[in-house]
């Protein structure tokens, strides 16, 4: 009976890309909240689902826009992702000018955000999909080439791009931190436009979950000191904690 409700549950966010919990009981008024939960614990295990606030998303529906690569990662840590995506979304103010970037925590971050007039740039596809779903808020994507491992894009034009455009705060995630080699990602041309980026923005808040720590990938674009507020999880390690607020860095 749990499998065939648990396959049930599979097909139906198959067809309809992504639930709340609330149509989830709808449809299964005879089943706990709790058991519902559960149910989509197993699926997200399973790797058929991706669970995302009040709810959860079919991983063929994030595959329409994203591929396997950016499916996987989406699926890595998803609770730490949920719970920095939460924090940021409540830095985000009516009437801000944001840039957030094109990482599978971005995209949960994008979910987050309330429906409110805002203004974000993004080089991120998915992020932007997800956004234009809310009404009030105004998207703007930078374009240049498709790094189709993340669903973002970036080019060297973006450089003028930044220089005609204003915004005030900057949400961005890295792949890899060491307190030596500082934050760090897999494309040097991501990492360049990143470091433009940090360079028009009046604050950085950085999203990094901890699986994110002791890791180097090849192109460091940004420093401790380079960020305002570090935005992570509750697994985060004390003593790296401590290396942030040595250096004046807020952690939430």
Partial sequence: M?????????EILDKRGKMTLEQLEEIFPNVSQMTLRRDLFQ????????????????????QKVSGEAYTKKSALNTDAKIIIAQ??????????????DGGTTAMYLSKEIPDRNCTIFTNGIAVAME??????????VVGGQLMKDNLSTSSPASKDYFDLTNFEIAIVSATAFTPEQ????????????LKR??????????MLDSSKIGKINPYTFAKIQDIDVLITDDHFPKEYKKIFEDNNIVVM
Avoid: H, P
């Fill in 182 to 193: 500082g934050f760090s990602c897999n494309s040097q041309i991501e990492s360049d436009l």
């Fill in 131 to 140: 956004l234009a779903q809310k009404k009030n808020v105004n998207i703007t």
């Fill in 197 to 206: 980026v940090f360079k028009k923005a009046r604050q950085v808040y950085m």
């Fill in 43 to 62: 699926l997200e295990e399973d790797g058929r689902i991706i669970r995302i606030r009040g709810g959860a998303m079919s991983v063929k529906e994030v």
């Fill in 2 to 10: 749990k499998r065939e409700r648990i396959e049930e549950i599979a």
């Fill in 87 to 100: 924090k940021a979304a409540a830095l985000i103010d009516e009437g801000s000018c944001v840039f957030i």
